[in-house]
Every structure is written in structure tokens, then in C-alpha cells.
């Protein structure tokens, strides 16, 4: 039969069969940890966009300051605009490599079904997308460490600033 069956009519009977209850159940099983996956990186994209939105508020904030500060004021908020805009930079690179992460975790879904489907090998390209959904979060999440440390730098200097001695543990 494996001779006969390398054909359409072995295709249609893999396709017959995913539609019973016992063989559908294990491929949403295995469908579920890229959808966990999916929920974890909305919640961390949602932290992402509302720190971006902070900063872009921050960033205007800033700039209407910058207007009307005085010539020793004007060096200390354009340097901290200059890092508001850096920050801004590695947030949307987070946000692009998140979501990156997501496509690929949906896709991931999409490619089980489809090799349970049609009876189909699809193992490399699981594995290639699974590497490459959690390398985008890895590099995320790197990228969102960045600005954590950054924006704690621009926090230092606005202290240094009014408490000299103070961010140095004086």
C-alpha cells in the first residue's frame, strides 16, 4: 500500500483522519506552547508600546522646555532629548523584533496544522521558525535591557544635576 499510497489517495486519508477527535487532540497540543508563546509576547509588547508612548510624551515635554530654557539649562535637556531619542530607537527595534516573534509564532501554528494536515514532513521549518521566534525574543528582550539601563543613565544625570554627589552614593 506505501507504493499506492505515495500518491493523492495517502494524502486523503491523512486529511480524513486529522478531522477524527483522537488525532486532532495531540496536534492542538502541540499547537497550544506557540500560543502560549503568542499570549507571553503581548503582554511584553504591550509594556513595550507603553514605555514608547512615555517617552515620546517625555520627548515633547522636553522640547517645549527647550524652547524657553535658559542657556544653562539648554545643554542639560538637549542632552537628555538626545537620549529620549536613542531610548525611542531601541524601543522600536524591540517592538519590531516582538512582533517579529509573534509572526512566527502564528506561523508556527499554521505550519502544524498544515503538516498534520496533509501528512507532510514540515519538521525542519517547525524547527527553523521555533529558533527564529525565540532568537527575535531573546534579541528583544536584549534590546529592552538596553534601554533599561539607558534610561536609568538619564536618570542619573537629571539627579547629578540637582544633587551633586547623590547618584555616586555621596
Not at 57 to 83: C, K, N, P, S, Y
Not at 111 to 117: E, S, V
Not at 139 to 159: G, K, P, Q, T, Y
Request: net charge positive.
Amino acid at each position: 500500500m506505501r507504493g499506492v499510497a505515495s500518491g493523492g489517495l495517502w494524502r486523503r486519508t491523512a486529511a480524513m483522519d486529522f478531522f477524527r477527535q483522537e488525532a486532532l487532540l495531540p496536534i492542538i497540543q502541540l499547537s497550544i506552547t506557540p500560543v502560549i508563546l503568542i499570549t507571553g509576547l503581548g503582554s511584553l509588547l504591550l509594556t513595550m508600546t507603553n514605555r514608547l508612548a512615555r517617552i515620546v510624551d517625555r520627548t515633547r515635554a522636553l522640547a517645549g522646555q527647550l524652547r524657553t530654557a535658559a542657556m544653562e539649562d539648554r545643554v542639560h535637556v538637549e542632552q537628555q532629548l538626545r537620549i529620549l531619542y536613542r531610548r525611542a530607537s531601541l524601543i522600536r527595534a524591540a517592538v519590531t523584533l516582538t512582533a517579529l516573534s509573534m509572526l512566527c509564532s502564528g506561523l508556527l501554528v499554521v505550519l502544524i496544522f498544515a503538516g498534520a494536515m496533509t501528512g507532510s514532513q514540515l519538521a525542519p521549518g517547525i524547527a527553523l521558525l521555533f529558533i527564529v521566534s525565540v532568537g527575535c525574543l531573546v534579541s528583544a528582550l536584549l534590546v529592552f535591557l538596553r534601554d533599561i539601563f539607558m534610561s536609568l543613565w538619564a536618570l542619573r544625570l537629571e539627579v547629578e544635576r540637582v544633587l551633586p554627589g547623590a547618584a555616586k552614593g555621596k
